[in-house]
């Protein structure tokens, strides 16, 4: 749908429900995408993304799917290159490969051997590779990282070029990753204001790469929690997040979620709008099917009417 007042058009996903039926419903719903993620090792029990994103595919006919994230430095390349090909076949060309770089469960990497401290590089390195790998020609690269000698990858993805490729992350190295390598950029755990400050950030590591950022995805991965009570939605956001990551977020969920009434959330959420997001990533906070409903039925429509301001710049 195309915002009010503008020739851009705002969507709105949400992180893919475990149930098979609710998935059904999320796409019958009108959800725009619907998205994954997961770890090797964490706090909290999960599925393994590819293996996710797979199920997926298969439950789903005509919505994007992607992965938010996928923790690039923990897979090689190759495999990375061959999982996404297939998967981009299978769901006739609806995939996005979103990337971040993790960092916050050290268990992870040292079970694969791979050095905390190298996970940024090795990222830095994967992206282009896999893009290498995506054409299927013989691909001989020499490292550091990856090194391989006449390697090819076939066949390739449904869309030439295979599936854009989404960086994700918090940090600048992470704003001129996505400026560079990427093709969107999508952060997690901020506030509005601070949003707006990357897309400038992003456009400027582009301009002095000589990068023009035509058809780059501007996205913001959102906490939700939709509740008639907003201290009490404050509240679950803060519980939900604090299970997550064993921090404290009773005072941080007030500047990176959406949580209150149905007019609370929309609000908020066009205010992610207004600093340039086009294409909202929901993460909701309660985990029920009257929840995913009130969100991609209620809340929404009303951010896709959002009129979107005439330029993305700060």
């Keep these: 749908m195309t915002a009010a007042g503008s020739g851009e058009v705002v969507q709105v996903g949400i992180v893919a429900p475990s149930d098979a039926a609710e998935v059904r419903a999320a796409e019958d719903m009108g959800a725009d995408s619907l998205w994954v993620g997961g770890h090797i090792s964490s706090v909290n029990p999960g599925v393994e993304p590819v293996v996710w994103l797979s199920r997926l595919v298969e439950q789903t006919r005509a919505v994007q799917v992607g992965t938010a994230v996928l923790l690039l430095p923990l897979y090689p390349p190759a495999l990375v290159a061959k999982q996404f090909a297939d998967l981009d076949r299978a769901s006739g060309g609806r995939l996005t490969l979103g990337v971040g770089v993790g960092g916050e469960y050290p268990q992870e990497f040292s079970a694969l051997d791979v050095p905390l401290g190298e996970r940024g590089r090795r990222t830095d390195e994967a992206i282009p590779l896999i893009r290498r790998l995506w054409t299927t020609e013989s691909v001989t690269h020499p490292g550091p990282f990856f090194p391989m000698e006449n390697v090819r990858i076939h066949p390739g993805p449904r869309r030439k070029g295979g599936p854009p490729i989404v960086v994700a992350g918090r940090q600048p190295v992470a704003m001129r990753r996505a400026a560079i390598l990427g093709d969107g950029w999508m952060p997690y755990m901020y506030s509005p204001r601070r949003y707006r400050e990357s897309v400038h950030r992003v456009q400027e590591f582009a301009a002095t790469a000589g990068r023009d950022l035509a058809g780059f995805s501007w996205m913001a991965y959102v906490p939700v929690c939709v ?46 709008v207004d600093a340039g997001a086009r294409h909202l990533v929901l993460l909701p906070c309660k985990r029920t099917a009257q929840h995913m409903g009130e969100l991609l039925t209620m809340v929404a429509p009303l951010v896709r009417a959002h009129s979107v301001p005439a330029s993305r710049a700060p």
Excluded at 230 to 247: I, K, M
């Design 227 to 272: 509740d008639d009570d907003p201290a009490r939605a404050r509240r679950e956001v803060a519980a939900f997040l604090g299970g997550t990551y064993r921090q404290d977020f009773e005072q941080l969920a007030a500047h990176v979620a959406a949580a209150g009434t149905i007019p609370d959330v929309v609000a908020r959420l066009g205010e992610y």
